[in-house]
């Protein structure tokens, strides 16, 4: 897809920068010479971090050099350096210390103190193998240390992905569909999900009423507002009638997902229940 991309592209234009997990098969590329190609070092200290049980002498020199890398990169961003000042301070700065992460590895390796069936021989020579594009960033402006933000973004559709093999019909996948869809909705608005998915089914009624209410945005302007309806009326006492009453809307039953004619049910709202468990005794 990236080749697909980049045949469109004026060769006129910057180079697009590419940041990935250092597999090879990301770098297998037709139009390569439009990419300025960098790995993740945040996959690299990960490798480290895997053996840190074995191995923490190794794991904790890796560790001390790429906290500092970071906080060099935190401040850069804290002084307002642009892309070019950021990348003279990290040359200036963090590649030393690359440096001699690179240093200790290929010591190790050439010293024939690891041996390739080792678990430490991976990030060993991760490092040495992939070391022009995990110090990319001191040479080009512009290149990020890590791929973090895109994978925060996309840990919810991965996670989906992975487990929508499970999906017996066609109704759970939607189902399924919905749930990520108002999960990813809510933490993109800063909404915990559990919490508002518990709130949307404490108060299914006042939801099938006046759905808008329970939108995440509105959801979280409530909440900082210490606004919460109730979720039924007390037993026991009338309801108060509103001098202007909302216009009826669908129970909730109707919001459930639609099952195809001679599919069993599968999933079912709350009041299905109830009806169902009626009907039944």
């Excluded at 906080?71 to 030393?96: E, F, V």
């Amino acid at each position: 897809m990236v080749d697909q991309l980049l045949r469109h592209r004026l060769l006129s234009r910057p180079k697009l920068v590419k940041c990935t997990d250092g597999a090879s098969k990301n770098f297998d590329h037709e139009q390569g010479e439009k990419l300025v190609e960098a790995t993740c070092n945040a996959h690299a200290l990960l490798k480290f971090r895997d053996i840190r049980d074995k191995y923490p002498a190794e794991y904790a020199e890796a560790g001390s050099v790429y906290k500092q890398v970071f906080d060099n990169d935190d401040k850069a961003k804290a002084l307002g350096l642009g892309p070019i000042d950021r990348m003279l301070y990290h040359r200036q700065h963090s590649k030393p210390l690359m440096q001699q992460l690179k240093a200790m590895c290929e010591e190790k390796l050439k010293s024939k103190l690891v041996e390739p069936n080792s678990p430490l021989w991976e990030p060993l020579t991760f490092v040495v193998n992939q070391w022009d594009r995990l110090t990319r960033f001191c040479e080009v402006p512009g290149v990020p240390l890590d791929t973090n933000l895109v994978e925060q973004a996309l840990i919810i559709p991965v996670r989906y992905l992975a487990g929508s093999f499970n999906y017996q019909s066609e109704d759970g996948a939607v189902v399924g569909d919905h749930a990520m869809s108002l999960i990813a909705t809510a933490r993109k608005n800063g909404v915990e999900p559990v919490a508002y998915l518990t709130e949307c089914l404490r108060c299914h009624e006042d939801l099938a009423k006046r759905p808008e209410y329970y939108l995440p945005w509105v959801y979280r302007e409530r909440m900082k507002e210490g606004d919460s309806p109730p979720a039924r009326e007390p037993p026991g006492e009338p309801a108060v009638r509103e001098q202007n009453p909302l216009p009826v809307q669908p129970a909730l039953r109707d919001l459930a997902p639609e099952v195809r004619k001679g599919a069993a049910r599968r999933v079912a709202a709350p009041d299905q229940d109830l009806q169902l468990a009626g009907e039944q005794s």
